[in-house]
């Protein structure tokens, strides 16, 4: 693919700034490129940051058909930058967008596209190995300018990257958690397994209202008995029972397809954990917790990357983990897992890809 790139002058571009959190301040450039069904993919062109003009009838505005993905660039204190797994983020990018009825890309145009953007911007990737690193947000959303529902026929796909500050600047402390005992994420058959807006969207209003009791995620559970564990908030969901086994909830079919979850899955039974992925329902868990069989409760995800979970409430009733501190097995998977992504543990399984210049 040839991309044409329009650079910042030198002297107009910025780096990564001491503060910013997450989400609110973004690299120098940006990715695009247009679909239509005569052309395919083309006018691939990296740009200065920049608003996008689009018509008000855009399918995206009034149907939602869109996908994002998140994923992570990593600096390593050799100098080099590292991406994790950007192949498997790819690949669940055109996952969604199958589902979604939009145009696959190329997997490595892609690619090709997110190194070139953040060579481009090497200066925004935070330097310091204490959790922060550079978020990339691919997306793609429908132009068309029509009002009638149906696939639209062009398309537009961006990536953008921002500095990540780190997710546990206060420590590795647990979060709580709310058991949404009547809104439901997802169902089996509708869109769950997509990273589509909309299902964030929806997932808005039970979190604002479980904010206000204290609580900063909800857990979801299945949509036909609810019964069944699905994820928490924006991550998968691990819990480790008697220090040394560890469940995960199968894919259902409105579960995503977590990268961190697929991973642990992998790395967990090397480091000598028992590692199943099984359908879980809440009482049995809620009663493991209860008698301490459940040792520990986590989610995981690219934002966190493992997330310990200290309490979990149901119908007004609270379920502490482990005293409502974090555990040794959810730390062990943490420094494993961002050893790897930040290239100070040796990378067995080929995830990381280094940054090319
Ligand atoms: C709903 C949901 N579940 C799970 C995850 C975790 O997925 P990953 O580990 O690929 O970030 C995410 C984040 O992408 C998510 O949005």
């Not at 145009?103 to 925004?124: F, G, R, S, T, Y």
């Not at 949509?223 to 564990?229: F, H, K, L, P």
Request: charged residues 20%.
């Amino acid at each position: 693919m040839s991309i044409k790139i329009t650079s910042l002058e030198e002297s107009k571009r910025g780096s990564c700034p001491k503060e910013y959190g997450f989400g609110t301040v973004f690299s120098d450039h940006m990715f695009t490129q247009d679909y239509d069904q005569k052309q395919g993919w083309h006018d691939a062109e990296i740009n200065p940051y920049h608003n996008l003009s689009l018509d008000p009838t855009a399918a995206v505005l009034h149907y939602g058909q869109e996908i994002f993905e998140g994923l992570k660039a990593y600096h390593r204190a050799d100098g080099q930058i590292n991406l994790f797994r950007p192949e498997a983020n790819c690949e669940r990018f055109n996952l969604s967008a199958k589902r979604m009825v939009m145009p696959a890309v190329d997997v490595n145009q892609h690619l090709e596209a997110m190194h070139k953007l953040i060579n481009l911007d090497k200066n925004w990737v935070p330097k310091t190995a204490n959790g922060s690193s550079l978020y990339i947000r691919p997306t793609m959303i429908a132009t068309s300018s029509k009002i009638g529902l149906g696939a639209a026929a062009q398309y537009k796909h961006f990536i953008l990257t921002m500095p990540a500050g780190p997710y546990f600047a206060g420590g590795f402390n647990p979060i709580s958690v709310y058991i949404a005992d009547t809104y439901r994420r997802a169902v089996v058959g509708g869109v769950g397994e997509a990273k589509t807006g909309g299902n964030y969207a929806a997932s808005l209003f039970i979190s604002e209202e479980v904010a206000k009791k204290g609580y900063t995620q909800v857990l979801w559970l299945d949509a036909i008995e609810g019964r069944y564990v699905e994820e928490v908030g924006a991550m998968n969901i691990c819990f480790v029972y008697e220090g040394s086994r560890i469940v995960t909830p199968s894919l259902s079919g409105s579960i995503l397809r977590g990268i961190t979850r697929d991973s642990i899955l992998k790395l967990a039974p090397t480091l000598g954990y028992d590692m199943t992925e099984e359908q879980l329902d809440i009482h049995q868990i809620l009663s493991d917790i209860a008698s301490g069989k459940i040792t520990e409760v986590f989610g995981c995800g690219t934002a966190a990357v493992i997330s310990p979970v200290g309490k979990l409430c149901l119908k007004g009733k609270v379920y502490e983990v482990n005293g409502n501190k974090s555990g040794p097995v959810s730390k062990h998977l943490y420094d494993q897992l961002t050893g790897i992504q930040y290239g100070t543990v040796e990378d067995a399984f080929g995830w990381t890809q280094l940054l090319k210049s």
